[in-house]
């Protein structure tokens, strides 16, 4: 898939499911197929995961020709990007604004959301060639902030990360959001821990109809 036809897909599915995990290899996989199950299928695997580069690796291999995206969530300096692309990686998200790394992921071709928070961060991410502005955390100001920032940068396409749940994601998306980033809310830890693979998928199914509901209305 294509730089361009990756944002497409992004903005098509509108959830980035946020995974965290205490440990990597096949365990980690199989939480990335169980979320996908459910309808979630733009996944992002943090690289404060232990093994991420080779979990990267290994299921962007095990995926190959699934209807899956897979990226890279966590990325602090333009050396991670590049090993994350490297290994697979299709799309790369930082939680603060690095220039550096948006020009990386740029230089390979890959979308990249560029973390920030004020007007002046996220108009600087998106005039430094951000694909989209993960707005993080979310929790702070919530759908309002969203609205708010929408008047002045409504060319910027906002992806709110952190606090994003099922009785407030109609909320964000009517403010203007153009995609959501959900973690714990959607990939919970203690499913994770407990290797619940159904539960994982069935709450995927539960977000990812959620947001069907809400962009029909």
Known sequence: MDKYAAIQYVLDKCI??????????????????????????????????????????????????????????????SETCRMAILSGAQYVVTPTLSISVIQMARRYGKPIFAGAYTPTEILTAWENGADFIKVFPASIGGPDYIKALKGPLPQVPLVPTGGVELDNLGAFLKAGASALGIGGNLVSKKLVAARDYKGLTENAKRFADAVRAAKAT
């Open 16 to 77: 980035v499911a946020v995974v965290r995990a205490d440990s990597g290899g096949e365990e980690l996989s199989r939480v990335v197929e169980a979320v996908a199950a459910g309808g979630v299928q733009c996944i992002e695997v943090t690289m404060t995961t232990p093994g991420a580069l080779q979990c990267i690796e290994a299921a962007s291999k095990h995926l190959a020709g699934a209807d899956v995206l897979l990226g890279v969530g966590t990325v602090l300096d």
